[in-house]
Structure formats: C-alpha cells, structure tokens
C-alpha cells in the first residue's frame, strides 16, 4: 500500500512507493496491450481531470487510465467554466465533489496548487503537474521507461538538458531518479539552471558534449517560453546551437546513449527531427508506458483507506 493519500509530488514519495507504483504499471502496460484493454478495477470510482491549463499528453493519458480502469470519467476545462465567472479554485472542486466524485487529477499554473487543494477539500488529490513546481506521473514513467529500456534505474546516469529553471519535469525526475539510486546532471546555459541545484546533489554541466560523454540517457527539455518573464539567452537560433541534440554530436560520441523527451517536442530547437525520430529516442514509448503508470497510481490512490 502507498505511504500517501494524495500523489501532490515525487518529494512526498519513499522509495517503497517508487517501486510498488512501477511494480504496479507492469501489470496494467500487460493489461494495456491486450486485445481487452480494460479490466474493472475501478467500477465504483468516479475522477475528474481538472485542468486548468494546456495539455495533450498529460490529460489524454490520465483519461485513458481511467477508462481503462474502468472508473467513470468527467473532463473539466477551466476556460470554459464557471471559473471566469469569478468562481473560486475551493468552491469549484467542493461543487464537483458534491456529485459524488470521488478523485481529483488537477494540473494549475500555480505552483503548490495540488497541495493547497488536498489540505482544504475531502477528495484524493493527483497531481497532474503545478507550474515550474512538480510533475510527479512523467517523473514516474519516466523512471518506469528507463527501467523498461535498460533493465533497472539504480547505477544509472542521467542527464537533464535545457529549461531547468522552469521546468516541473526536471525537479520531480531529480527527486525519482535520485530516490531510485541514479546519478543525475543537469545542463543548460546558465541562466536556465537554478543557482541552488547543486544542494540537491544532482551535477551541473554548462557543456552539452561533456554531459553527453557522462550519461547513458539524456531527456530533452523543451524551452518554456510561457513561463519565461525576461530573455534568459540571446536567440533560440544560438540555444540550438549550443545545447540542440542533433545527429552529428550524437555519432561524435561513439556510444549509444537513450534519448528521451516528455513533450511537446520543439522539432529543431532542443532536438532535430533526425534524433526525436531515431532507434535511439523512446519519446512514444514513455507516452504509451504513461497510460500505464497513471492507471497504477489512480489504482494504489483509490485502495487507500478514505481521505479524513
Ligand atoms: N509531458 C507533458 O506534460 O505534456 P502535456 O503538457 O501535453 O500534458
């Protein structure tokens, strides 16, 4: 059983949790890849995905798992509900609850969102990713797709590229990586990688081909422009040129290396067309290993003993 109530971040998980979570998404990518993808887990559960931001792989993959799982679904937008009337995030969600629902799966902009939520509303909370904080389910199957690609996480090394300063993805997979016994590096230019990074033990690299050398998987980031207030380097033309993963750089190194990327892909920004589609890249492997790994938390959440 998981030591939690609610799946807010990889931060609130113990390494038990990890394991029994990927353990768990096993069984159900066996379940997903049947010619019957459903199995009636959930039969008397019902969730709503609230987002209040944009999604595609996130949303799509959380209802998925829950059909797949066979919980009864509703899908909430915030641009268009009662929220532009003026209605608050507590208010929202007691008024979804009221109509017996009985798990939340919530993305926001605001960082701590989930967390806030869980502490002022009777439901079991998921995080679905909460501004630059955290992003626990693609921190999840990302380790699960290491794991599934390379045998075991433990003894790995992992290298993050890009935005780290804005990105949700970076931090919960620093923290799941770390948990199940990786070595992680971030590299970036350096006004994209927090100042304090080093305190959680993770290396820093500012050179792309140096980092590369070190690892045996290297994850992508996109450049979150939405998230960026100020200009943090010259060009996007220059940031291609100093941390884009292209072919070239990639048969300079003369040795595999797995390359993954959570999604939406700039094609030709942090990673050229040529790489993203490569025997090299699992992009679509995490994306369908997603489905699975978000039917075994909502699986292990809704087991728990009810929210007090
Ligand atoms: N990886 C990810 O969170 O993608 P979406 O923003 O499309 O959900």
Redesign the pocket.
């Known amino acids: 059983m998981l030591s939690v109530n609610h799946l807010l971040g990889i931060k609130y998980l113990k390494k038990d949790d990890i394991d029994l979570i990927l353990k768990t998404a096993d069984t159900f990518l066996d379940v997903i890849n049947r010619p019957i993808k459903k199995v009636p887990s959930l039969r008397d559960t019902t969730i709503v995905n609230l987002f209040f931001e944009?999604?595609?792989?996130?949303?799509l993959s959380f209802e998925l798992a829950e059909k797949r799982l066979s919980a009864d679904v509703l899908n909430f937008t915030a641009s268009s509900s009662s929220v532009s009337k003026g209605e608050t995030l507590i208010d929202t969600v007691n008024n979804i609850l009221a109509m017996k629902v009985d798990m939340v799966v919530m993305?926001h902009p605001m960082p701590g969102a989930a967390h806030f939520l869980s502490q002022r509303v009777k439901s079991k909370i998921v995080n679905a990713?909460d501004g630059a904080h955290e992003?626990p389910t693609?921190a999840l199957l990302d380790a699960f797709s290491i794991r599934r690609k390379l045998g075991e996480v433990a003894g790995k090394k992992v290298l993050i590229v890009g935005d780290i300063l804005h990105s949700r993805?970076a931090l919960s997979n620093i923290f799941c990586l770390q948990k199940l016994g990786a070595e992680v590096m971030v590299c970036g230019p350096p006004t994209l990688i927090p100042k304090y990074l080093h305190t959680l033990g993770v290396k820093v690299e500012y050179d792309l081909k140096k980092a590369l050398l070190w690892c045996d998987v290297a994850n992508m980031l996109r450049i979150q422009l939405e998230r960026q207030d100020i200009k943090y380097f010259p060009s996007l033309r220059e940031y291609t040129h100093l941390y884009g993963l292209n072919k070239d750089i990639l048969d300079s190194l003369e040795k595999p290396i797995v390359i993954m990327h959570?999604?939406?892909i700039n094609r030709g920004v942090e990673i050229t067309s040529e790489v993203a589609d490569s025997e090299h890249a699992i992009i679509l492997d995490q994306v369908e290993n997603g489905v699975a790994v978000r039917m075994a938390v909502l699986y292990l959440l809704a087991n728990r003993p009810d929210v007090v």
């Open positions: 944009n999604s595609t792989r996130t949303r993305r990713g992003h693609q993805v959570p999604g939406p």
